[in-house]
């Protein structure tokens, strides 16, 4: 952890928040995934980050009153609120390792899947349909990507294609290229090619976190 970062009250509510609502952002839209995302900078009400988490807080809690005889809705959300408590960050942030990752939205959103196939089942005939095109789309999206996990390249590509600045991904990027001769003999690379590429990252990690 190359920029760790300890968080007063106020920055801890915000922290949880944003956390609280972006996963339930990216079930409902699960597009710009990242294997690390950045933390928002600078922690607090102006940023964009931290104010819209409030607004969709507000719009949810809209949302559940005027839905509230929906049993499985309701359901969906108590199970979510009592299961993402434990992995909302509250005490500090952990710079460039990130403040949030997919993982741990597996089981929080166990019972919004719940809802969307009660949702569904209504639909009767239709909505197994429209069920079966969202399931189609989904495992396609998956699968592609499954592809980011290629090696340690990839990976940290992906990391520093959302955040080229990430210090934590530069450097581990720069440690696979010196050390995996696999992934050399992959993207065909020379010991020293390798060593050049490091190097740009190394340097570019010096600059963000000297």
């Not at 990242?34 to 104010?51: E, N, T």
């Not at 005027?66 to 299961?83: E, G, I, P, Q």
């Amino acid at each position: 952890n190359f920029r760790p970062l300890m968080a007063g009250p106020v920055q801890q509510f915000l922290l949880a928040a944003h956390a609280f609502t972006f996963y339930i952002i990216k079930f409902l839209i699960p597009v710009g995934t990242s294997a690390i995302y950045p933390v928002p900078l600078p922690v607090g009400w102006a940023q964009l980050a931290y104010g819209g988490s409030r607004v969709r807080r507000m719009v949810m809690s809209a949302g559940m009153w005027f839905l509230r005889k929906d049993r499985w809705l309701v359901f969906a959300l108590v199970f979510y609120a009592l299961s993402i408590f434990f992995v909302c960050p509250t005490d500090l942030f952990l710079g460039d390792r990130g403040l949030v990752s997919d993982r741990f939205s597996y089981v929080p959103t166990i019972g919004f899947a719940l809802w969307a196939g009660a949702v569904s089942d209504r639909f009767a005939k239709r909505g197994w349909v429209i069920a079966c095109v969202v399931c189609a789309l989904l495992a396609g999206m998956t699968f592609n990507r499954c592809f980011v996990w290629r090696d340690s390249v990839t990976y940290w590509n992906d990391v520093l294609r959302v955040d080229p600045d990430n210090v934590y991904a530069l450097s581990n990027r720069a440690a696979a290229l010196v050390n995996d001769p696999g992934i050399r003999a992959r993207y065909g690379l020379s010991k020293m090619d390798a060593y050049r590429m490091a190097q740009m990252d190394l340097e570019a990690a010096v600059r963000w976190a000297p």
